[in-house]
């Protein structure tokens, strides 16, 4: 991978140059300011970045804003962007995975630690360029995603990528004063309307879905990631919960009113279901994944538990 | 095993080049510390980069103490300067603290 440090200190640069050396197979570019990365990226045409690492706390354009600069140009959309930082409070964590970081490394940081994130980054660099291949938009021939699939959403306020979501659950169970919920919400016979749906139609009603739960909980301190089969993963700050089953009629009337072009079984419109809140609190940094998947557990068997009610209501030979 | 090798004598020598920028720290955060009056922004500002510098990369060089001194004087200093231009008795402590830890560094 070429990567690209931007960091104002010397020392930093010095050692993430060491560690990329030391971990063979990879360049890395080290600039100190924002500007001067702009600076080398428009000079280096010809050197594809595929991985930043940037320090937030610095002279002029701070790491966050580059980072939201750097998804907002169009040149970088899925490049991974790990955010090498001593600001470890929420507020500057929320705004860095807002702004599209996927990754958040804390300084001091041991070595193998940022060896360790580096490698992911590249793993991630790969599966994302693997699907930036099957989005061009010039040959019309985008492939139809798996259902299962984790559909990347673009330029929805607060909605990640999953990967970052799930790097940036652990950093805040870390703080042991810190509380928040982990919920999801499913979009109900998402199977059923997979099928039927061309893959143009199926990532719209993705992204259109994702929208409409964004802007309904505008109001709320959030970040949600898509994590496939129709279900999307959110955290919420603890002190300002929203009331669930009014979310989801809340959600449910945006979706009516986009009007979402999608074929659905019996016409039906298109409706999503809540799962249960899962507090994050208590969760030790080693199970941090085990509130996200009790939270997509909780809202598949609720959206499956609707679907069999619904069918015993009204049985398949009766809708026609 | 070579790759580790590589990288710890990378460290030695970054560390070395570390302690060279600490004694030019040690200036500033001294200047900080003796003045008893408002410091001005400049001084403030480069007090806190000193700081934050140090904070951010002595551990991974193998000096935790003064990394965490560094971290908890500029929590501190952030704190005094969101609505003073001096620095509080506790600041002032914390920076000493930081003082000693970087004078037997350099000793």
Wanted: net charge negative; hydrophobic share 45%; with cysteine.
């Amino acid at each position: 991978m070429n990567i690209l440090a931007v960091d104002d200190d010397p020392i930093i640069l010095e050692l993430i140059d060491e560690v990329v050396r030391s971990m063979k197979d990879h360049q890395v570019h080290t600039v100190d300011s924002a500007a001067a990365a702009v600076e080398f990226l428009t000079e280096n045409p010809d050197i594809p970045i595929d991985c930043f690492l940037l320090d937030i706390k610095m002279p002029g354009m701070d790491g966050i804003e580059f980072c939201r600069a750097l998804r907002g140009c169009g040149a970088f959309p899925l490049t991974p962007i790990v955010m090498l930082t001593a600001m470890s409070d929420k507020s500057h964590i929320d705004a860095a995975f807002a702004a599209g970081a996927n990754d958040y490394v804390f300084k001091p940081f041991e070595v193998y630690e940022l060896q360790n994130r580096i490698k992911l980054a590249e793993q991630r660099a790969s599966i994302m360029a693997a699907q930036m291949s099957d989005m061009d938009p010039d040959t019309d021939k985008a492939r139809k995603p798996g259902l299962l699939e984790q559909i990347q959403i673009f330029d929805v306020d607060s909605v990640i990528d999953y990967f970052a979501l799930e790097n940036y659950v652990p950093l805040l169970s870390k703080r042991a004063s810190f509380g928040a919920v982990a919920v999801g919400f499913h979009i109900r016979q998402v199977a059923q309307i997979h099928n039927r749906c061309d893959s143009m139609q199926f990532r719209g009603l993705i992204e259109d879905v994702a929208e409409a739960i964004s802007d309904t909980l505008r109001g709320f301190t959030f970040l949600m990631a898509y994590a496939g089969n129709g279900t999307f993963l959110a955290v919420i700050e603890e002190d300002q919960v929203p009331l669930l089953p009014q979310l989801v009629d809340d959600v449910n009337i945006r979706i009516q009113r986009m009007g979402m072009p999608v074929p659905t079984p019996a016409n039906l419109p298109v409706r999503i279901c809540a799962g249960q809140m899962v507090r994050l609190l208590g969760y030790r940094s080693s199970n941090f994944l085990t509130a996200l998947n009790t939270a997509r557990e909780s809202v598949e068997q609720t959206a499956a538990e609707l679907e069999r009610g619904f069918d015993d209501l009204w049985p398949l030979s009766a809708r026609a | 095993m070579s790759g580790e090798a590589d990288i710890s004598g990378a460290l030695d020598r970054i560390k070395g080049r570390f302690l060279a920028t600490l004694s030019d720290q040690l200036v500033t955060m001294e200047q900080a510390h003796s003045s008893h009056a408002q410091l001005d922004a400049t001084l403030r500002e480069d007090a806190l980069q000193a700081l934050h510098r140090i904070s951010g990369s002595a551990a991974t060089l193998g000096m935790p103490k003064i990394g965490s001194a560094a971290r908890r004087c500029e929590d501190l200093l952030i704190e005094d300067f969101a609505t003073s231009t001096k620095m509080s008795p506790g600041s002032r402590a914390a920076l000493a603290e930081v003082l000693a830890e970087a004078k037997s560094l350099l000793s």
